[in-house]
């Protein structure tokens, strides 16, 4: 199923990062470059170790003394973010959606409109006899039937990916201290940081800026308070015989609001600077990456206005388009950027084990 | 003339607004060159006050001269200092100074560089620039020299940035031809900007135009025509034009004007900024021949930070100013990777052949060589003593023979830095003309460095001097025209 991974973009991603590895003078902007300098050869595997390390801070690009019009046409975040999406073409199971909707914008909407159809007309006719809150419009049994298989089978196709992640860059047994590392460098974004720039460059070209890991902060974190909304609900409902509607004062809502407004202003706030942003310091995926980003957005501010029209006619319409904006999400997940998210902290768990081990990885 | 039209596109922004404006407006301070030094001096003359105007020759992607291509700066600190540890007093600096200037230094203009060195840092850092802990391989520096987090473009990223929010103007592709002088004071200057000549207007200059390095036909008839191959390490733009339009005026003059720095670097680099990465660390464990296959100095004399400057001019007196270091496999990962991969072969004379030399000839001097070596400890990072008996000239040090396959091979030719020839500056970076100091001209940077380094080349301190005489010398022009 893998294809070879010695595409054009690995050898371009690797033509450069031998041109850095002789200059060495980006050393403090992230874990890229110390990693780097482990090595003098790159294998196919440390090239796709080296791409999901980096977080596409853009300082090294701004201080290179190499970049076009330079004959050495240095454009690090560039290279790498090609050979970074090009491994999780390869990465992705089932294969043949390997890269629908982490590049294309048109394929994300479909899915969307699509899911939210389903939901309507679920609610249209498959309506229960009786029920509270919006299980009066969706039967619990049914929303269960939907969500547990498009909850699972993402799960499964990361981990497939992320298993097939592991075997390319030469990953070993993972010890808890990997995870422990990885958890911290990714909770505090360490490698968007700019060492001691304390900052990167994203939106204003040259000058550095925290604008842009304020708002992914803002999405991961809010992302994270969400599922832990729904997480804690589950188990209220399976183990405490605590079945919704939730009140404001319970777990499922304190989590789930802030969650909610920090997703929703988050990816908005994400959004916005992406399109302040150099494209030519990304990857070609533009359209595929916002729409993801507003889709986020739009899981949290569909959420919140789910909410806020408890009680009112609006719920029916508005269950509707919610659940099929996560839905919609859910089954995208292992094929739009919100699977760098896997890839990355499995990076930053193999930075870490390489570490601890104090050797180099894989020589070529 | 490398890639104008894209930086013509870059510009156009406010290209019309700056054009319409430059002729018409006169200037408080108008700085020549927008390198580390210019743009020093243009910070401290707006933060003075004054209206300040850089013309920058090259188009905005190269902006920044050589300081685009430096990493550190060297600084006198008592107790760790910003990313600096331990400490490096004046008198330990000076001695630094003296032993690679071989004494050819101006003590006065020196010690005011080191002396105010360690208040700089601090600056920079108030003015944008970030230091980073020294880089790997460069631990020796982590006491003396203070790394730019990403080198030296960020610094004059960084340093434009400030500029811009202190109101100066800035002008990318505008070069000046030549400076008016009246009775030993400057009143305006000619700059060809976009290709078309402006007379520009102001009160007071600063000179922070670099060498002439740029300049092959001038490198040539001061070193000889061999200069035409030789390599330049960084800009193109340091062509020497206001240095000479002054020299023809009479400014008076420092640093031998024959000479220039240079260093062996990789000979397939590009003809001009190549940058660090075309260093070549290998000499020392390798064999080097001419072109024809002669060796012809001791590759073992000394460790490489010491030796590479000599190797500069060693292979400018070769035929052609080239030639080629040979190892063998046992040392390709003894030294820092190289851009370019070097020649491969499995057998001497097939490497000679790949590299465009005698592979019979190659082949007899590497035996002869190999033969002469000694049984010994071979320690890479410090002078081992492992030397060679009976050949001429001998390897004094890491001498092991070559004979382990595959072979390679990379070619070396001279890299120049920089030029020694500049103004004559005093302690306030005031240039001196025919009949005493002129009234209203400073220079900072490389086109005076020549006053302090006479000879050689200390790391960092290139950066050191465009700092502290580019802080004074806005200073001096900003407290001019008060």
Redesign the interface.
């Known amino acids: 199923m893998l294809d070879n991974p010695s595409t054009t973009a690995t050898a371009e991603a690797r033509r450069q990062i ?2 850095c ?9 992230c874990a890229v470059f ?1 990693a780097m ?1 482990r090595q ?1 050869a790159f294998a196919d595997g440390d090239m796709t170790q080296l791409a999901n390390l980096c977080h596409n801070c853009r ?2 690009y ?11 046409a240095v454009n690090l975040p560039a290279a790498l973010a090609e050979a970074r999406q090009d491994s999780w073409d390869r990465f992705a199971w089932p294969g043949v959606f390997a890269g629908m909707f982490q590049r294309r914008a048109g394929a994300m909407i479909a899915v969307l409109i699509a899911a939210i159809a389903l939901l309507f007309g679920m609610a249209l006719w498959l309506q229960p006899e009786s029920g509270e809150g919006f299980y009066a419009y969706l039967s619990h049994g049914i929303m269960v039937a939907l969500f547990t298989p498009a909850f699972l089978f993402p799960v499964l196709a990361l981990a497939i990916g992320v298993r097939r992640y592991w075997n390319e860059v030469g990953g070993e047994p993972v010890h808890f201290a990997d995870l422990r590392q990885a958890g911290i460098d990714a909770a505090s974004l360490r490698n968007l940081s ?4 304390g900052a990167c460059n994203f939106e204003a070209e ?2 550095f800026t925290n604008a842009r890991k304020h708002a992914h902060q803002a999405v991961m974190w809010g992302f994270l308070l969400c599922f832990g909304s729904t997480t804690s609900a589950t188990i209220m409902h399976y183990f405490l015989d605590w079945s919704a509607p939730y009140g404001p004062l319970t777990p499922p809502k304190l989590l789930g609001v802030p969650g909610g407004i920090l997703m929703t202003i988050g990816a908005g706030y994400l959004a916005w600077v992406k399109t302040k942003a150099d494209p030519s310091l990304g990857a070609k995926a533009f359209g595929g990456e916002v729409a993801f980003t507003l889709l986020l957005g739009a899981v949290g501010a569909t959420g919140l206005a789910l909410y806020a029209a408890t009680g009112t006619g609006a719920v029916p319409a508005l269950l509707a388009i919610h659940l099929g904006c996560v839905l919609a999400f859910f089954l995208t997940t292992p094929y739009s950027k919100m699977a760098h998210g896997a890839y990355r902290f499995a990076a930053l768990v193999r930075e870490a084990q390489i570490k601890r081990q104090g050797r180099s990885g894989r020589e070529s | 003339m ?2 104008s039209v ?1 930086s013509r596109i870059h510009f156009r922004g406010n290209f019309g607004r700056a054009m319409r404006d430059v002729s018409k407006t006169i200037w408080d301070v108008i700085v020549v060159g927008g390198g580390n030094a210019g743009l020093c001096a243009a910070i401290e003359a707006a933060e003075a006050g004054a209206k300040v105007l850089i013309l920058e020759v090259a188009p905005k ?1 190269y902006r920044g001269g050589n300081s ?2 430096t ?1 550190n700066f060297r600084c006198m600190h008592q107790g760790p200092l910003s ?1 600096l540890t331990g400490d490096y007093d004046p008198d330990e600096y000076y001695d630094d100074l003296l032993r690679v200037t071989a004494g050819k230094t101006d003590e006065t203009l020196a010690r005011l560089a080191i002396n105010t060195s360690e208040s700089c840092l601090p600056w920079m850092e108030a003015h944008g620039v ?4 020294s ?3 460069t631990l020796s520096l982590s006491r003396t020299n203070a ?8 610094l004059v ?1 960084a340093y434009y ?1 400030t500029c811009a929010d202190l109101g100066v103007e800035a002008l990318y592709e505008a070069e000046v031809t030549h400076i008016s002088l009246e009775d030993g004071a400057f009143t305006g200057l000619e700059a060809t900007i976009n290709g078309e000549t402006h007379h520009i207007e102001g009160r007071a200059l600063v000179l922070a135009s670099g060498g002439f390095q740029g300049d092959l036909d001038w490198l040539a008839d001061a070193w000889g025509p061999a200069a035409r191959n030789f390599l330049i390490r960084g800009t193109p733009y340091n062509r020497g034009v206001v240095l000479r339009d002054m020299l023809d005026q009479g400014a008076v003059s420092v640093g031998d004007p024959t000479q220039c720095h240079a260093v062996a670097i990789d000979g397939r680099a ?1 003809k001009f ?1 190549g ?3 075309t ?1 070549l660390d290998c000499v020392p464990f390798s064999v080097v021949v001419n072109k024809y296959g002669e060796r012809f100095y001791d590759e073992g004399e000394d460790v490489w930070p010491k030796r590479y400057a000599i190797w500069g001019r060693l292979v400018a007196a070769q035929p052609d100013q080239v030639a080629y270091s040979i190892i063998d496999a046992k040392s390709a ?1 003894l030294f ?4 370019f991969p070097p020649e491969t072969a499995d057998t001497i004379e097939g490497l000679g052949q790949k590299l465009g030399i005698s592979g019979t000839k190659l082949r007899e001097t590497v035996e002869a060589f190999s033969a002469a070596c000694a049984d010994g400890d071979f320690t890479p990072t410090e002078l081992d003593g492992l030397a060679t008996n009976g050949i001429t000239p001998a390897k004094t040090n890491w001498a092991r023979p070559i004979t382990e396959p595959p072979f390679y091979g990379y070619s070396l030719r001279p890299g120049v830095t920089f030029t020694y020839l500049g103004l004559k500056v005093d302690q306030t970076a005031r240039v001196a003309g025919p009949d005493g100091d002129l009234l209203n001209v400073w220079a900072a940077g490389e086109i005076m460095a020549g006053s302090i380094l006479g000879q050689g080349y200390l790391a960092g301190f290139g950066m050191t001097i465009g700092t502290v005489f580019g802080r004074i010398a806005g200073q001096e022009a900003a407290k001019h025209v008060g």
């Open positions: 031998e041109i590895n002789a200059c060495r003078y980006c050393e403090g902007y110390p300098t003098r300082g090294c701004y201080a290179c003394q190499y970049t076009e019009p330079h004959e050495f700019g060492g001691q720039a040259d000058r | 490398l890639a894209s992607p685009r291509h990493r990313v970030r230091f980073q802990p880089l790997s391989g790394f730019f987090l990403g080198g030296g473009k960020a990223n940035n590009p900024d940058g660090i990465v260093r990962e820092m990777p190289s851009v």
